[in-house]
């Protein structure tokens, strides 16, 4: 990818380093901006922000997408940078270090806990929105795609070069890509192709020193850590090169809803035990409140659709009018769930109507029984009608044949499905609210305890939740991140600490739930 600038020279940035290496730390955002000045791009001052800008508020605003965590409280940033360059993101965190302020990187800003825009000590964020630049190459079945850009700019850019490829990614298209292809990113076409991680094969990212790499001058184990490991850890990830896949030139979308009446729990049962064994082109999102809606995403035609569904889930009664043949870009607008079907849809950077939000993560093993289910419904009748869900997706396919350890995100061979609960709720304001439905989800996750995976309770790195652990504002041992992070990473825990240690050894780069250096307290 090409970048309209140049960069930081070698000498400023070693100039630069060396005095981050020294300088005591003043948190003075004045001579944090001055700093800035030094580096050789001459239009860092147009994208730099400032609690005294008139702009400042509204940047800030414009992509919390949980508005949980848009409050007078809520801790803000000393500055507020908007790169257009790579200078700009190597001069941020070379100052940032030098004057002892933390950084933290947003992309799309959907952060399920804000992790990305707020901090409990003096911070800057660097706000990718304007980096947001996607280059797609049909011939090679490739794409550049800054970590700025969105996923649904990503599907809407390539749906104008090809009608028959696509990418492997989530379903809400103002997601940025920075965090979610680093975190794992899983959607409809997971059983196919795998996640969104499983279909990088470059990266651009600034490290700790200021150097901008690529894959070949990162090393494939720095490598191996952004792609699932949680880019944030390492450095700001720039862009992403991915290997996009073959979709056919028709694809059949269904939604279906039954209530307990029309025996919702007979066919959540039949789900559970062959969702998962379903052929690798179709997937089935199974969404429970206090019915089950199945939604479903199958790579052909109905012809072929009805009779694969007459044979391996006949309960569910799928008939052709319930099938909608289009395009794959038709298919990502109708999974939203919008009323409209227009391909605009896709470029929308922000959720309407605006939201607070909680979620959770689990993953199965084995069916809830039952019984289970029993409970499930009762808990979402005690919530009333409030925009609670919990979604099932369905494992197998290729997610069967990924070895645990080829990326940091472990969760494959022997899953039946995803687990993702999420309540929502238009807070204005309202702290009880907030408390109540955050009291509610908080019970569902704990009823499902026994029906989870266990030993550790797995967690998705994308459902952030430091509920279940978090980091000290400074130092942090190894031990004491390993209750969260064993949860997120597994066996791979370790290897991303290491990988810590060598690219990161001081730690500069970390949050609640940052990958600890095994570099020793004393020597920090």
């Known amino acids: 990818m090409k970048y309209p600038s140049p960069y930081l020279t070698v000498a400023v940035i070693g100039l630069l380093f060396s005095l981050a290496s020294s300088a005591s730390h003043t948190h003075d955002h004045e001579h944090f901006l001055q700093c800035l000045q030094l580096q050789n791009s001459t239009s860092i001052s147009e994208v730099v922000y400032t609690p005294s800008n008139s702009s400042y508020s509204s940047i800030l605003q414009f992509s919390i997408q949980n508005h949980r965590f848009l409050s007078k409280t809520t801790p803000k940033p000393l500055v507020i940078v908007t790169p257009l360059?790579?200078?700009?993101?190597?001069?941020?965190?070379?100052?940032?270090?030098?004057?002892?302020?933390?950084?933290?990187?947003?992309?799309?800003?959907?952060?399920?806990?804000?992790?990305?825009?707020?901090?409990?000590?003096?911070?800057?964020?660097?706000d990718l929105i304007n980096y947001r630049n996607i280059e797609v190459d049909a011939e090679t079945r490739t794409a550049w795609v800054q970590a700025g850009a969105t996923i649904g700019e990503l599907y809407y850019s390539i749906s104008k070069k090809s009608k028959t490829l696509a990418f492997p990614a989530g379903v809400c298209p103002s997601v940025g890509v920075g965090g979610h292809f680093s975190g794992g990113?899983?959607?409809?076409?997971?059983?196919?192709?795998?996640?969104?991680a499983d279909n990088i094969i470059d990266a651009h990212m600034v490290d700790v020193k200021g150097r901008f790499l690529d894959r070949e001058a990162m090393g494939e184990d720095l490598f191996w850590a952004i792609r699932g490991g949680g880019g944030a850890n390492f450095g700001v990830i720039l862009a992403w090169k991915v290997k996009l896949v073959p979709v056919p030139p028709t694809v059949t979308v269904f939604r279906v809803e039954r209530t307990l009446e029309q025996n919702a729990t007979m066919l959540v049962m039949k789900w559970q035990n062959m969702a998962s064994k379903l052929h690798e082109d179709l997937a089935i999102r199974l969404v429970l409140t206090t019915k089950a809606k199945f939604e479903a995403l199958f790579l052909g035609g109905k012809d072929k659709l009805i009779p694969l569904m007459q044979e391996r889930f006949p309960e569910l009664g799928l008939v052709k009018e319930d099938c909608t043949e289009m395009s794959w870009i038709e298919s990502t607008v109708y999974m939203v769930g919008s009323s409209s079907k227009s391909l605009q849809v896709l470029l929308q950077r922000t959720p309407s109507p605006p939201q607070s939000y909680k979620g959770k993560s689990d993953y199965l093993k084995h069916p809830i029984p039952e019984s289970g289910l029993e409970g499930i419904w009762q808990i979402f009748k005690e919530n009333g009608e409030k925009a609670a869900f919990m979604e099932l997706f369905p494992y197998g396919g290729i997610m069967d044949q990924i070895p645990q350890s080829k990326l940091p995100f472990p969760h494959r061979s022997g899953n039946l499905c995803f687990v993702g609960y999420l309540d929502s709720w238009d807070q204005q304001g309202r702290d009880e609210v907030a408390q109540k439905q955050i009291k509610w989800i908080t019970r569902i996750y704990s009823y499902m305890e026994p029906f989870a995976s266990n030993s550790p309770r797995a967690a998705y790195l994308n459902?952030?939740?430091?509920?279940?652990?978090?980091?000290?504002?400074?130092?942090?041992?190894?031990?004491?991140?390993?209750?969260?992070?064993?949860?997120?990473?597994?066996?791979?825990?370790?290897?991303?600490?290491?990988?810590?240690?060598?690219?990161?050894?001081?730690?500069?780069?970390r949050y609640e739930q940052s990958i600890p250096s095994l570099v020793s307290k004393s020597s920090i």
Not at 185 to 196: D, P, Q
Not at 471 to 499: H, M
């Open 463 to 509: 459902y952030r939740d430091l509920d279940i652990g978090v980091n000290n504002i400074g130092y942090t041992s190894y031990e004491q991140a390993s209750l969260w992070g064993l949860k997120y990473f597994k066996n791979n825990f370790n290897r991303l600490a290491n990988v810590k240690t060598k690219v990161d050894p001081l730690n500069f780069f």
């Open 185 to 196: 990113g899983y959607g409809y076409l997971m059983r196919k192709y795998g996640l969104a």
């Open 85 to 126: 360059h790579a200078s700009h993101v190597q001069a941020t965190i070379i100052c940032s270090q030098l004057h002892g302020l933390q950084i933290r990187t947003r992309s799309g800003g959907h952060d399920f806990e804000g992790v990305s825009y707020i901090s409990q000590v003096p911070f800057v964020i660097i």
